[in-house]
């Protein structure tokens, strides 16, 4: 593998401008002229709007403008879009309301953008916008997906009668009726996701620029795909055309989801700079945050799993209800549906399954993909419901799950996915081994003995990353292709430039994909650099999300090296009078086989710029491009175990020890790729113990809307982890990657709530499961199903 | 009133001099002074009026420690205080801590132990974390290190290897002194 090249536990490239200070995020960016954004927001979750009127605002120290709806939309600027058509089960289309940057009649959640305040100082911008008097008639809310589906609830968008988005199924609901009538043992449970916050570090932010003499747009903005935001701002938002709309995203301080989607503020503050011919920045405080970044999860499912006498699964019969907000996000409708349902086998042969799907407005944040997406929630679904029917059915976890698993591939599920590879019992062994899970009957009775319950859960996860081929994602509905670009660009010198599609905002690629070249062409990282993040320099990419970056980007690197490679041995081969398929490259030359012929990377490089000397009719240069559309998903898969101890007193839990054995396929950087577990374990164990969105149900307001009442994990809610892997190389890609981003978060809750039920013995808990709901539990109380 | 207010826009706050205060500090070794806003904050006038972006803001509550500076020796969120009462105090921020660019121990550490992935908490993590390691004189272990982390908050990175990374660096700082001692 070499030094640095694939398999190489490399330290980050990139590190060094982020631990000195020198990292470039949105915020950072200052232009001449610079003004700054404020935005007026709803105070109300739901209300129409009778009358705005900006003219104390206007009138403040420093301000430029205040701009609203209307005026956007006089100018033509079009209303969000959810980019993912899902049809219900009587073949009608989702019913989509309109969703406009800046709300002209109708306010729908708390925070809804309803005016922008452009001036000198972010300050003076904030102090109008107090001034703003907007004038609203409330109506009533409703926040609860349940309660939006009752009879009388308040009707949010005309488009969406009964708030219902759509009633979607998958699978075969007779065959899994007939199974469940006919089976030895059903279990039975009711499953709830709870609604989350992201949380990257970096709060969003955007600075609009408008040329007028070139009739030109720049956006900084903290996207993971900056060309997805150009093509969506340009096809639908009617900004600019794509010539005339630069779209840069920096560096970007995490994403987890929520910088995919193209926001109002972006669209706005552009509009915004054209109008008032200053450059325009917005930039996020925390609050805000968490009033307008897409939330993640709130799923409610009731669950039937039936199994034979022998305990093998015969049908899984699920039924789904989704919130998905006031508003469809960008691919709201594709994460309960074809990134949830879709994964219900789990790590399981199960002969029938059937889902239904039902999605609802409600009256509070759009909930849009957050890490997992869909997956974390069919995850725990069936993870909750394993282990509930191990215990029902009297077996050991284990062994019910092995009964069960998928042991040959590829393996077609029920439900649409195609298995390419995997050793579920491989990761099983490896974690119980690693949790010593034998010996947890001793570890119990001793705590026993210091008065404290000890508990024990494990969770087999699988998830699919890379969502392709393009084709088939479309058959389903997206409205875009789910491939990835990439450029390399040889220079005259033999440095590299590699140009991805991908985009970083935490994932380690400037380390990552030069680590590919290095391995390729024996060239040092340092002489690699990738470029990413900027419409004007990379050509169209679709950017980073659902652990497609190395599965994907990755792939397409190697298409465009393979390219470069073979004009690089035709013209070594030319000078060196030899056959091409003599040539080798190794170390950063290229080599005629079996002679003592070689030729440094750098001068065959400098070759092709000269041009004096080339193989007849070639080209000069040595520049390839390539796009990459996979042939399936990948398939990452693993076991996670929790061993936890509480406090009866407190009802606190306490991780004692979390391990985690994953199936990645092949790894190219091993301490990049434990990163991305720990951080994926940090925010499965946050929804599990600790975070949550509430909201008033009353009122609509949102409850949770700063550090002080959301609980982030901090370093002493969490354990250090112990990891494995147990890897088989994914067949569908070059390089043999599944994908890593995601499998903490999807794996890990089902093992924590698994663990602390065991603890205490009792069948439901719903996450996070607070001190005071482990408390209640213990001392003998029903648990509400419903969030209390 | 809006199209007189176009002719009539107030001054901004650049004119308005009653409000304006005059701050002095001393940061990473320079002298440096401006004028700000009474209500300006510490770390608005280290981004904005200084230009030293590494030090950032992440919360509005002072949860979140992005903003972590070192004021007088002692770490300080930096979104806390007003510039105006940091005036003539001596100010370290995260661009001041590698010498002559070799990385600091702590910031090496970060980077061999992999303890930053999207770099937005980091400046706040690694100022702290060198405020953390001084103050021990050595004898720091891991549950001080996650106790004492609970006012900086790293959403990508889930600790792990940040613990490992200040406790490393922990050691490279006080075992080379203990080696200089023997």
């Given at each position: 593998?070499?030094?640095?090249?694939?398999?190489?536990?490399?330290a980050?490239?990139?590190?060094?401008r982020?631990?000195?200070?020198?990292?470039?995020?949105?915020?950072?960016m200052?232009?001449?002229?610079?003004?700054?954004?404020y935005?007026v927001?709803?105070?109300h979750?739901?209300?129409k709007?009778?009358?705005?009127?900006?003219a104390?605002?206007?009138?403040?120290p420093?301000v430029?403008?205040?701009?609203?709806?209307?005026?956007?939309?006089?100018?033509g600027?079009?209303?969000l879009?959810?980019?993912?058509?899902?049809?219900s089960?009587d073949?009608?289309?989702?019913?989509?309301?309109?969703?406009?940057p800046?709300?002209?009649?109708?306010?729908?959640?708390?925070?809804?953008?309803?005016?922008?305040?452009?001036?000198?100082?972010?300050?003076?911008?904030?102090?109008?916008?107090?001034?703003?008097?907007?004038?609203?008639?409330?109506?009533?809310?409703?926040?609860?997906?349940?309660?939006?589906?009752?009879?009388?609830?308040?009707?949010?968008?005309?488009?969406?009668?009964?708030?219902?988005?759509f009633?979607?199924?998958?699978?075969?609901?007779?065959?899994?009726?007939?199974?469940?009538a006919?089976?030895?043992?059903?279990?039975?449970?009711?499953?709830?996701?709870?609604?989350?916050?992201?949380?990257p570090?970096?709060?969003?932010a955007t600075?609009?620029?408008?040329d007028?003499?070139?009739?030109?747009?720049?956006?900084?903005?903290?996207?993971?795909?900056?060309?997805?935001?150009r093509?969506?701002?340009?096809?639908f938002?009617?900004v600019?055309?794509e010539?005339?709309l630069?779209?840069?995203?920096?560096?970007?301080?995490?994403?987890?989801?929520?910088?995919?989607?193209?926001?109002p503020?972006?669209?706005?503050?552009?509009?915004?700079?054209?109008?008032?011919?200053?450059?325009?920045?917005?930039?996020?405080?925390?609050t805000?945050?968490?009033?307008t970044?897409?939330h993640?999860?709130?799923?409610?499912?009731?669950?039937?799993?039936?199994?034979?006498?022998?305990?093998?699964?015969?049908a899984?019969?699920?039924?789904?209800i989704a919130?998905?907000?006031?508003?469809?996000?960008?691919?709201s409708s594709a994460?309960p549906?074809?990134?949830?349902?879709?994964?219900?086998?789990?790590?399981?042969?199960i002969?029938?399954?059937?889902?239904?799907?039902?999605?609802?407005?409600t009256?509070?944040?759009?909930v849009d993909a957050?890490?997992?997406a869909g997956?974390?929630?069919?995850t725990?679904?069936?993870?909750?419901?394993?282990?509930?029917a191990?215990?029902?059915?009297?077996?050991?976890?284990?062994?019910l799950?092995?009964?069960?698993?998928?042991?040959?591939?590829?393996?077609?599920?029920?439900?649409?996915?195609?298995?390419?590879?995997g050793?579920y019992?491989a990761?099983?062994?490896?974690?119980?081994?690693?949790?010593?899970?034998?010996?947890?009957?001793?570890?119990?009775?001793?705590?026993?003995?210091?008065?404290?319950?000890?508990?024990?859960?494990?969770?087999?996860?699988?998830?699919?990353?890379?969502i392709?081929?393009?084709?088939?994602?479309?058959?389903?509905?997206?409205?875009?292709g789910?491939?990835?670009s990439?450029e390399?660009?040889?220079?005259?010198v033999?440095?590299?430039?590699?140009l991805?599609?991908?985009?970083?905002?935490?994932?380690?690629?400037?380390?990552?994909?030069?680590?590919?070249?290095a391995d390729?062409?024996?060239?040092?990282i340092?002489?690699?650099?990738?470029?990413?993040?900027?419409?004007?320099?990379?050509?169209?990419?679709?950017?980073?999300?659902?652990?497609?970056?190395g599965a994907?980007?990755?792939?397409?690197?190697?298409?465009?090296?393979?390219k470069?490679?073979?004009?690089?041995?035709?013209?070594?081969?030319?000078?060196?009078?030899?056959?091409?398929s003599?040539?080798?490259?190794?170390n950063g030359?290229?080599?005629?086989?079996?002679?003592?012929?070689?030729l440094?990377?750098?001068?065959?490089a400098?070759a092709?710029?000269?041009?004096?000397?080339l193989?007849a009719?070639?080209e000069?240069?040595?520049?390839?491009?390539?796009?990459?559309?996979p042939?399936?998903?990948?398939?990452?898969?693993?076991?996670?175990?929790?061993?936890?101890?509480?406090?009866?007193?407190?009802?606190k839990?306490?991780?004692?020890?979390?391990?985690a054995?994953?199936?990645?396929?092949?790894?190219?950087?091993p301490?990049?790729v434990?990163?991305?577990?720990?951080?994926?374990?940090?925010?499965?164990i946050?929804?599990?113990?600790?975070?949550?969105v509430?909201?008033?149900?009353?009122?609509?307001?949102?409850l949770?809307?700063?550090?002080?009442?959301?609980a982030?994990?901090?370093?002493?809610?969490?354990?250090s982890?112990?990891?494995?892997?147990?890897?088989?190389?994914?067949?569908g890609n070059?390089?043999?990657?599944?994908?890593c981003?995601?499998?903490?978060?999807?794996?890990?809750?089902?093992?924590?709530?698994?663990?602390i039920?065991?603890?205490?013995?009792?069948?439901?808990?719903?996450?996070?499961?607070?001190?005071?709901?482990?408390?209640?539990?213990?001392?003998?109380?029903?648990?509400?199903?419903a969030?209390e | 009133?809006?199209?007189?207010?176009?002719?009539?826009?107030?001054?901004?706050?650049?004119?308005?001099?009653?409000?304006?205060?005059?701050?002095?500090?001393?940061?990473?070794?320079?002298?440096m002074?401006?004028?700000?806003?009474?209500?300006?904050?510490?770390?608005?006038?280290?981004?904005?009026?200084?230009?030293?972006?590494?030090t950032h803001?992440g919360?509005?509550?002072?949860q979140?420690?992005?903003?972590?500076?070192?004021?007088?020796?002692?770490?300080?969120?930096s979104?806390?205080i007003?510039?105006?009462?940091?005036?003539?105090?001596?100010v370290?921020?995260?661009?001041?801590?590698?010498?002559?660019?070799?990385?600091?121990p702590?910031?090496?550490a970060?980077?061999?132990?992999?303890g930053?992935?999207?770099?937005?908490?980091?400046?706040?993590m690694v100022?702290?974390?060198?405020?953390?390691?001084?103050?021990?004189?050595?004898?720091?272990?891991?549950?001080t290190?996650r106790?004492e982390?609970e006012g900086?908050?790293?959403?990508?990175?889930?600790y792990?290897?940040?613990?490992?990374?200040?406790?490393?660096?922990?050691?490279e700082m006080?075992?080379?002194?203990?080696?200089?001692?023997?």
């Amino acid at each position: 593998m070499g030094m640095e090249g694939i398999g190489a536990r490399v330290a980050r490239k990139e590190d060094k401008r982020f631990l000195t200070g020198k990292g470039r995020y949105t915020d950072d960016m200052v232009v001449a002229g610079m003004k700054f954004a404020y935005f007026v927001r709803s105070p109300h979750a739901h209300a129409k709007i009778t009358g705005i009127d900006a003219a104390a605002a206007k009138a403040m120290p420093g301000v430029i403008d205040v701009l609203d709806g209307r005026q956007l939309q006089a100018d033509g600027i079009g209303n969000l879009i959810c980019g993912w058509m899902i049809h219900s089960k009587d073949g009608s289309p989702m019913k989509m309301g309109a969703w406009r940057p800046l709300a002209v009649d109708t306010v729908r959640y708390v925070g809804d953008a309803v005016a922008i305040v452009v001036a000198d100082s972010a300050a003076e911008a904030r102090d109008a916008a107090e001034a703003v008097i907007v004038d609203y008639d409330e109506l009533p809310a409703v926040t609860t997906s349940l309660a939006a589906l009752g009879d009388g609830a308040p009707q949010i968008h005309p488009e969406a009668p009964g708030n219902l988005i759509f009633d979607w199924q998958i699978g075969d609901a007779l065959a899994a009726d007939k199974a469940i009538a006919e089976a030895a043992h059903v279990t039975e449970i009711e499953i709830l996701n709870n609604r989350l916050s992201p949380n990257p570090m970096e709060p969003r932010a955007t600075l609009g620029i408008y040329d007028s003499a070139e009739d030109h747009f720049t956006c900084y903005t903290t996207s993971q795909n900056p060309h997805v935001a150009r093509l969506v701002m340009s096809a639908f938002y009617n900004v600019a055309p794509e010539n005339k709309l630069r779209v840069i995203a920096p560096d970007v301080g995490g994403g987890f989801g929520s910088k995919i989607y193209i926001y109002p503020e972006e669209i706005v503050c552009l509009w915004a700079s054209k109008k008032t011919g200053v450059p325009v920045k917005w930039t996020s405080d925390r609050t805000e945050a968490f009033l307008t970044d897409a939330h993640g999860r709130d799923h409610v499912s009731k669950v039937k799993m039936a199994f034979d006498k022998d305990h093998r699964i015969t049908a899984l019969k699920v039924d789904t209800i989704a919130n998905l907000g006031a508003y469809m996000s960008l691919f709201s409708s594709a994460v309960p549906t074809y990134l949830y349902a879709t994964l219900l086998s789990g790590q399981y042969a199960i002969p029938a399954i059937h889902a239904n799907v039902r999605t609802v407005y409600t009256n509070t944040v759009p909930v849009d993909a957050y890490r997992g997406a869909g997956r974390p929630e069919a995850t725990y679904l069936l993870e909750r419901t394993m282990e509930t029917a191990a215990r029902e059915l009297g077996l050991s976890p284990a062994e019910l799950r092995r009964k069960n698993f998928i042991r040959s591939f590829p393996y077609q599920t029920p439900v649409i996915m195609t298995y390419d590879a995997g050793d579920y019992e491989a990761s099983l062994n490896a974690a119980m081994q690693a949790a010593d899970w034998d010996g947890f009957a001793a570890r119990r009775a001793e705590a026993e003995r210091r008065g404290k319950k000890r508990g024990i859960g494990m969770s087999c996860y699988i998830e699919a990353c890379g969502i392709a081929p393009s084709q088939a994602v479309g058959s389903l509905g997206a409205g875009v292709g789910l491939w990835e670009s990439a450029e390399v660009r040889v220079n005259a010198v033999g440095t590299i430039e590699v140009l991805t599609g991908s985009h970083s905002h935490g994932q380690g690629h400037e380390t990552t994909f030069a680590q590919l070249v290095a391995d390729r062409l024996g060239v040092p990282i340092s002489s690699v650099n990738i470029v990413h993040g900027d419409t004007d320099k990379v050509q169209m990419g679709m950017g980073t999300y659902g652990s497609r970056s190395g599965a994907v980007g990755m792939s397409a690197i190697v298409k465009a090296l393979d390219k470069v490679e073979m004009k690089a041995k035709k013209i070594a081969a030319h000078l060196m009078e030899a056959d091409e398929s003599d040539i080798v490259i190794e170390n950063g030359e290229l080599k005629v086989a079996g002679t003592d012929k070689v030729l440094p990377w750098f001068q065959v490089a400098l070759a092709a710029y000269t041009a004096h000397n080339l193989p007849a009719g070639m080209e000069p240069g040595l520049k390839e491009s390539a796009f990459y559309d996979p042939s399936n998903f990948t398939f990452p898969a693993g076991c996670y175990i929790a061993e936890v101890e509480i406090d009866p007193e407190t009802g606190k839990t306490e991780i004692v020890q979390f391990v985690a054995a994953d199936d990645f396929g092949n790894i190219i950087n091993p301490l990049i790729v434990e990163g991305q577990v720990h951080g994926g374990l940090a925010q499965g164990i946050g929804q599990a113990l600790l975070e949550e969105v509430r909201y008033d149900e009353a009122t609509g307001q949102i409850l949770t809307a700063s550090y002080m009442d959301y609980a982030m994990p901090r370093a002493d809610d969490l354990p250090s982890f112990t990891l494995s892997h147990q890897n088989t190389p994914c067949p569908g890609n070059p390089l043999g990657i599944k994908g890593c981003g995601e499998a903490g978060a999807i794996g890990s809750p089902p093992a924590l709530i698994n663990a602390i039920t065991d603890a205490i013995g009792i069948k439901y808990l719903t996450m996070p499961a607070t001190p005071l709901k482990v408390w209640t539990a213990l001392q003998g109380a029903a648990m509400p199903m419903a969030a209390e | 009133m809006g199209t007189v207010f176009e002719e009539t826009r107030a001054p901004s706050m650049g004119q308005e001099e009653d409000n304006m205060a005059k701050v002095t500090l001393t940061v990473n070794g320079r002298t440096m002074s401006g004028e700000c806003d009474d209500r300006t904050l510490l770390v608005h006038f280290i981004r904005e009026k200084l230009g030293l972006t590494g030090t950032h803001v992440g919360c509005d509550t002072t949860q979140c420690g992005a903003c972590v500076v070192h004021m007088d020796g002692r770490s300080v969120k930096s979104c806390s205080i007003l510039a105006v009462q940091a005036s003539g105090s001596t100010v370290t921020t995260i661009e001041g801590i590698a010498a002559q660019g070799e990385l600091h121990p702590v910031q090496a550490a970060f980077n061999q132990h992999h303890g930053l992935q999207c770099g937005f908490c980091t400046p706040g993590m690694v100022m702290t974390a060198v405020d953390m390691i001084g103050r021990h004189g050595g004898a720091l272990d891991e549950a001080t290190v996650r106790h004492e982390l609970e006012g900086n908050i790293c959403r990508c990175t889930g600790y792990h290897n940040i613990v490992k990374a200040v406790l490393a660096a922990n050691e490279e700082m006080h075992g080379a002194a203990r080696q200089a001692a023997e």
